[in-house]
């Protein structure tokens, strides 16, 4: 489902800063607290990380789903909120924070402003930026990609993915039975992924050259061979490769949050119980924020983004529970339009 992109509210109860699946889910408490809400983000695409970098990666810790591909978990948040109709401001990055009495005016790195009583940020890391290969970056767009969104586009073809992480086997084996092959180059003898994914990689036609990084890059005008240099070998092997995918990890950044007034450690929001930040009015939840006992799983996220918006509820409305009840009681049916309170 295709998120409803209106853009014309300059005024809202609610701003949610960050468009993954935490604040997806947080749109739709909004709307169950009849709160009308913005969603807002730097990227183009709903659904975070998960869109940008693994939209067909299996995610096996969401309650009530064995298993769940990352596009159709985002669809179906997006189809959850839907009937409350939070207005998506995609591609837009909040940059400027303005406090008045009893309110907040947001401004985007691309002009646009937009007035609110309360904010959550469910920003995740903040701002991504791929980490580079050492050689080849020109060929990015031609051939050279950092994130897989999808995989149909590499049948047949020569892949070289490099990197030992999380991303860079899971792409490696949602491509082999895709690829006419499948290369896995990795700068150590040892991965850093997850135990149980290194060993089907290892039982896998994939072929793995450790100890060895990427040396050069040819081809004109798109990627067509690679040259690897492996430690200790005399001389660096030449391979074939149509699709080159750097999965080497990101760099991340607050960026303008970092000028919000918020209490900042170790590059995250420091929050209470109820997702307060140290400025009222605003909250936060996911991977953004800290405390003790943190653990940082979407699971997670969701239970801190429901706590931070009924709050955000309650503090909007001091005279309404933080708690919502039982949402069988009046959350709407399938398809039905819901009215949200006018904005202050």
Known sequence: MTPVLRGSLSSVDLVIVGAGPVGLFG?????VRTLSTAVLDSL?????????????????????????????????LLEQAAPFQPDYRLGHQAVGLERGDGSFA????????????????TGGIGTFTPRPLPTGAEY?????????????AYADQHIVVVGGGDSAIDWALLLEPIGASVTVVHRRGEFRAHPHSVELLKASSV???????????RGDP??????????????????????????????????????????IEKRQIVVDTAGRTTVPGVYAAGDIV???????????????????????????NPAVSAFPGHLSDYAPAPGEPVAVSPTA
């Open 222 to 263: 798109d990627v067509s061979e690679v040259e690897v240099s492996v430690k200790g070998a005399d001389a660096p092997r030449t391979l074939h490769c149509d699709k080159l995918v750097a999965a080497l990890g990101f760099t991340a950044n607050l960026g303008p949050l970092l000028e919000w007034g918020l209490r």
């Open 207 to 217: 072929e793995l050259i450790t100890d060895a990084q990427i040396s050069a890059v």
């Open 290 to 316: 800290d405390y003790d006992g943190k653990v940082k799983l979407i699971a997670t996220g969701f239970g801190e983004v429901a706590t931070a918006v009924n709050n955000a509820a309650a503090y909007l």
């Open 140 to 152: 990015l767009g031609r051939g050279l990609v950092h994130f897989v969104p999808d995989p149909t």
């Open 44 to 76: 183009e695409e709903p659904g975070g990380q998960i869109t940008a970098m693994y939209p067909e990666k299996a995610i096996f810790d969401v309650a009530g789903f064995p298993a769940i591909r990352g596009r159709d978990l985002v669809e179906q």
């Open 27 to 31: 749109a739709y408490y909004a709307g």
């Open 106 to 121: 947001i401004t985007t790195a691309s002009g646009h402003r937009i007035e609110c009583r309360a904010i959550v940020i």
